[in-house]
């Protein structure tokens, strides 16, 4: 993963200079933000889910970014600065998405466990 970041880093530099975007100074604020994104989503999600590929199947995997617009839903309604509330038909189909990809992991344990 380090090499497909860096190359992905070294490209964009690239392509910012060659464009004559000036890449500093950025404000502190702006710099908390890109690390948290690097953080958040990049590293915890993107590369979580390459090293799940070893444990899990791919398709269990590929299930748990159906749940990513549920914690976004979730995220915008706790941070007091979004503080966007959502609707009863929202919720319920966040938990119907839920729900199925419950299922559908457990069934893949399920599954996994008699095959043993």
């Known amino acids: 993963m380090g090499i ?10 690239v392509i910012a200079m060659s464009r004559g975007v000036t890449l500093e100074p950025q404000p502190p604020m702006e710099i908390a933000i890109f690390a948290a994104l690097a953080l958040g ?24 970014v159906l749940g990513e617009p549920v914690g976004a839903t979730l995220l915008g309604a706790a941070i007091p600065s979004i503080r966007q509330i959502p609707t009863v038909s929202t919720l319920v189909g966040g938990a119907v998405v839920l729900g199925g990809v419950i299922i559908a992991a457990g069934g893949s344990t399920r599954r996994s466990t008699q095959n043993a």
């Open 41 to 64: 989503p990049m590293l915890i999600g993107h590369t979580g889910m390459n090293w799940a590929l070893k444990f899990l199947p791919a398709y269990v995997v590929n299930l748990t």
């Open 4 to 13: 497909v970041y860096s190359t992905a880093f070294l490209t964009l530099t």
